[in-house]
């Protein structure tokens, strides 16, 4: 099976770009999503074990496979690279509105998430580039926002997850789980009652004028009701219609 998607991707480049593989190392592609309030969140990652191949990693999760600090990964001159907070490619972090991680604005949109991971604290990451291969092509100009989280001991988790575990109407806290560490992440909405009230304005809106549109209503409306009926209008429902 290797043998021959190595063949394919090197004879048929174009063929290559749209062939659907099983993810590397079997870290299978996960999303988590929560609405908090009206604001929707979801990550987009890929979920590495910690049993790998027959190997069992536990104990050398932290510090060893996922080195502590910076690192240098190797690959297209990053000296200096975060940890891409799960594997394969980019860890993506999307917002419908705005929203505040760890007290700091942060504004609509998708961000590549990073993380450089440390004994006591972590620094997470929210990058513009969402579509890199992981960190190999991690570039700090492009970080949109940097905060610091501390890590907890958690309950054993064999797979990388991202899981919700606090929820309120208008905060919530996300946690990257792993092994036995959990790494939480606080997302506030401060304007949830506000954006609750021009999301349904909004609404009402589109929903009235599809009403007037299929109904025919307005003064137009009931002057061709009036005219297909047969009865006549008075001068001021003639003078509504010319200026309608």
Known sequence: MKKLLAALLVSTPVFAQALSSPPSGDNQRSTVTQQIGPVTVSIEYSSPHVMHNGVDRRGKIWGTLVPYGMTDLGFNGCKNCPWRAGANENTVFTASDDV???????????????????????TVIFSKNVSSWGSFFY???????????????????????YEFTEREPAKATVALQWEELSVPIS????????????????QLRVRHSRCLIADGRGHAGRGRRRRARGESESQSEQDRRRKA
């Open 187 to 202: 997302i506030t909405v401060d304007n949830a009652s506000q954006l609750y009230i021009a999301q349904m304005r909004d």
């Open 139 to 161: 570039d700090p100009s492009e970080d949109v926002l940097r905060v610091e989280t501390k890590p907890a001991k958690s309950a054993y988790h064999e797979w990388l997850t």
């Open 100 to 122: 505040k991680v760890q007290g700091q604005p942060l504004k609509a949109g998708r961000y590549g998430l990073h993380m450089i991971p440390g004994k006591e604290s972590f």
